[in-house]
C-alpha cells in the first residue's frame, strides 16, 4: 500500500499494480469458466454487451463440472429468467433446465422496466434472491441490468455489489465506458473486478426486438385462463390513501404477494361497475398486491409509465 496525490490535492491510498487482476484468457469460455468456479459472480455491462451470453455459457461449465448453478436474472427490462418488471431465480440441475428459463424457481416483484426508477427497490430484490440462490445452489450468477454508468447506474452498481457480496465482477466493455464503475467498486468495495472486452461477434438487439420480447414475457406471465379476484383496498403495499378514487389503479401492474414477502406472479388491476379486481392466473395463495409502477394492456401488452405518487396523491 503506498499513499499518493491525487490531481484534485487529495490525498488516497493506492494498492499496488498487481491488486488489479488480469486475465490471460479473456474469451468467453475462459470468462465462463472463472465465473463457473466462482461462489457468488456478478455480470455488468451496456446493452447488447453478452452479459446473459456469458452467464448461459457459466452454467452449462457449472453442470459439467458436477455444480449447481443459480442465475438471479437482476435485468428488469431485458429479463431471460422470469417476467419483466421482477428480479427473477433459475435453479440449474441438468442441462435440460436451460431449456425452461420462463419457469423461474423464485420472483420478487419491483415493478418497473426501467432501471434509473426504484433503485432501493431493485437492490432490495436482487440482494433477497442472491440470498435464496445461496441455500439452493454452489455457484450463483447475477445478471444485472445495461444501466452501469451516471448517477444512476453507478449507485445501483455501488448498493448491488455492497449487499450481495460477490466474490468477481466481470465488466463486459466495448470501449473504456465501464472503468468509471470499475474503479469507484475497486476503490470503496475492494471487490476484484476483471474488465473484458465484448465479443465483436454479438449483434445488437433493435429496440423494436427489445419491446417484443418484453411483451413476449408479460404474455407468459398472465397467460389465459385468468382469473378476476375482487380485492380490498386495505390488501395493497404501498397502503392506498384514504379517499382514493379506486378507478385511477385501473391497468395499474401489480406482484401478487404469498405470505411471507415471497411473490406468486403478475396480476393486472381491473376497475369497472364501482369494483377493483385484479386479473391474475396465480390467485391461489395470495395475501396482498403490491403496486407497480406502470400501466400495463392485458390484451396488447403495451406499457404506460406512471409515477405512483402522482396516482395516489396527486402530486
Known amino acids: ?16 499494480d498487481s491488486y488489479i487482476p488480469q486475465m490471460a484468457d479473456q474469451s468467453y469460455e475462459g470468462m465462463a469458466r472463472l465465473v ?59 442441462p435440460s433446465d436451460l431449456d425452461r428459463l420462463d419457469e423461474p424457481d423464485g420472483l420478487h416483484f419491483v415493478g418497473t422496466i426501467i432501471p434509473s426508477r426504484l433503485v432501493l427497490q431493485q437492490v432490495i430484490a436482487t440482494t433477497v434472491m442472491v440470498q435464496r440462490a445461496r441455500e439452493l445452489g454452489d455457484v450463483v450468477i447475477i445478471d444485472t441490468t445495461a444501466l452501469a454508468s451516471g ?20 465488466a463486459l466493455q466495448r470501449g473504456e465506458e465501464m472503468e468509471p464503475v470499475v474503479g469507484m467498486l475497486r476503490r470503496f468495495l475492494g471487490v476484484e473486478v476483471i474488465t473484458a472486452s465484448t465479443d465483436p461477434a454479438i449483434l445488437p438487439m433493435s429496440p423494436d426486438a427489445r419491446a417484443r420480447k418484453r411483451a413476449d414475457g408479460f404474455a407468459r406471465a398472465l397467460q389465459a385462463p385468468l382469473d378476476r379476484w375482487k380485492v380490498r383496498p386495505t390488501v395493497f403495499a404501498p397502503t392506498l390513501p384514504v379517499g382514493l378514487h379506486l378507478d385511477r389503479l385501473d391497468g395499474v401492474l401489480v406482484g401478487v404477494q404469498s405470505s411471507g414477502g415471497g411473490c406468486l406472479g403478475l396480476g393486472v388491476l381491473n376497475h369497472e361497475d364501482d369494483t377493483l379486481r385484479v386479473m391474475t392466473n396465480v390467485g391461489e395463495g395470495m395475501t396482498g398486491l403490491r403496486l407497480g409502477s406502470m400501466r400495463l394492456d392485458p390484451t396488447t401488452f403495451e406499457i404506460q409509465m406512471l409515477n405512483l405518487r402522482e396516482v395516489m396523491f396527486g402530486v
Open 1 to 16: 500500500m503506498r499513499a499518493t496525490l491525487d490531481d484534485d490535492s487529495t490525498w488516497v491510498t493506492r494498492r499496488p
Open 36 to 94: 463457473a468456479g466462482t461462489g457468488i459472480s456478478m455480470l455488468i455491462g451496456g446493452l447488447d454487451t453478452g452479459k446473459t451470453t456469458l452467464a448461459l455459457e457459466a452454467v452449462r461449465l457449472a453442470l459439467a463440472s458436477g455444480r449447481r448453478p443459480v442465475l438471479v436474472d437482476a435485468d428488469l427490462g431485458n429479463s431471460t429468467v422470469g417476467p419483466p418488471a421482477c428480479v427473477s431465480l433459475k435453479v440449474f440441475r441438468s
Open 151 to 170: 448517477v444512476a447506474g453507478e449507485t445501483l452498481k455501488y448498493h448491488k455489489t455492497e449487499l450481495c457480496r460477490p466474490e468477481r465482477i466481470v
